[in-house]
């Protein structure tokens, strides 16, 4: 492959879309209720592409794409009858967005690459398998000693051990990776509260929730600072701006009250209750990862949107981040990272390829 040539990478998942250049200079992320929106699918990835040829344009470069890489995550989404359909109406929604104009690869969980004719077969590889490209992209960047890679994105999390430079595991699928404590389902965004705690402590007295979606893990770290506000950002749990004024009153929720009633202190220990159980969740998850290692590991590779969290998992555990390993990525580019995974591992794939 010539310096000019580009590989565009795209994560489809169940909430986002996410598309990176190679070399991470160019990212963009969007929202993308896959459950309510799955028709629209080809028409918003075509959208994307078209994007990022406009955006090579003002900058008078050629708009040159040599490949489409792939993975995906989107088809557990319930609109979809099955993994095995979904995969397939994913793979067949970017084969139409593409529309021939180059080749398009679908990264396995086995680090093959599928073509959109071979999806029916290979469904199975294809399903959940951006967390295995970003950690098989890490394990490249650091290829000596035991590396743990968290990456806690909206949804979910992944922790998955590094042994010198390979995906040290056999859990391949969603179920087995729940088993294994690596996929946790929770994340800093969409994660709904009644599944995490049960009661709070308000002034020593034991304050059962309303099991209701009223508030999601997002409001949580609205109000801790951890997230900034997102005005633009309405896909909260009343459909309100994920503001902290709004994030006070979907927590206030939770307990049947009223936002105004609510005292500061009150409100402070919603938000620290619920964050703790945010932690001790994926700190027994990490544990029981940890215990099927033969050493501690040498780091623990932050990617993702919430290296906040991941910093106070780690405890004395260095914590290394992708712009670490990778030098003149911005630290941003984590956040779409499996996006950048699947095209620089296809890059890498298709430059040493005959």
């Known amino acids: 492959m010539t310096t000019d040539q580009r590989v565009l990478g795209l994560d489809i998942g169940g909430a986002n879309i996410k598309l990176s250049s190679d070399d991470g200079s160019y990212v963009q992320s969007k929202p993308f209720p896959m459950w309510s929106r799955h028709q629209e699918l080809a028409a918003v990835v075509k959208g994307m592409i078209e994007e990022y040829i406009a955006h090579r344009n003002s900058k008078n470069a050629r708009p040159v794409i040599d490949a489409l890489a792939v993975t995906m995550t989107g088809e557990l989404a319930d609109c979809f009858s099955s993994k095995q359909s979904g995969v397939i109406a994913i793979c067949t929604a970017v084969e139409t967005a593409v529309d021939n104009n180059f080749p398009i690869y679908f990264y396995g969980t086995d680090g093959s690459w599928s073509t959109a004719t071979q999806a029916s077969q290979n469904w199975n590889s294809l399903a959940a398998s951006n967390w295995h490209a970003m950690a098989n992209l890490c394990g490249r960047l650091v290829p000596q000693n035991t590396h743990l890679l968290i990456d806690i994105g909206s949804t979910s999390t992944d922790i998955i051990p590094l042994v010198d430079g390979q995906v040290a595991t056999d859990s391949l699928d969603d179920l087995t990776r729940l088993q ?29 929730i309303a099991r209701e979606l009223f508030a999601t893990t997002l409001d949580v770290f609205l109000l801790s600072g951890d997230i900034a506000e997102q005005p633009q950002n309405t896909s909260t749990a009343d459909g309100k701006p994920a503001t902290r004024v709004d994030a006070q009153r979907r927590m206030a929720r939770m307990i049947c009250q009223c936002p105004e009633l609510l005292t500061d202190f009150e409100l402070q220990q919603l938000v620290q209750q619920s964050r703790q159980a945010v932690f001790e969740l994926l700190t027994a998850a990490m544990q029981k990862v940890l215990a099927e290692l033969e050493s501690q590991p040498d780091s623990i590779i932050a990617v993702g949107q919430a290296a906040f969290l991941v910093t106070d998992l780690a405890g004395d555990i260095p914590v290394t981040h992708l712009s670490d390993l990778w030098p003149g990525i911005s630290q941003q580019v984590s956040r779409v990272g499996p996006a950048l995974a699947v095209a620089a591992l296809l890059q890498q794939e298709l430059a040493t390829s005959p």
């Open 180 to 208: 294994s404590g690596q996929l946790v389902y929770c994340g800093v965004e969409r994660t709904p509260l009644c599944s995490l705690v049960s009661e709070f402590n308000l002034e020593n007295i034991c304050t059962p």
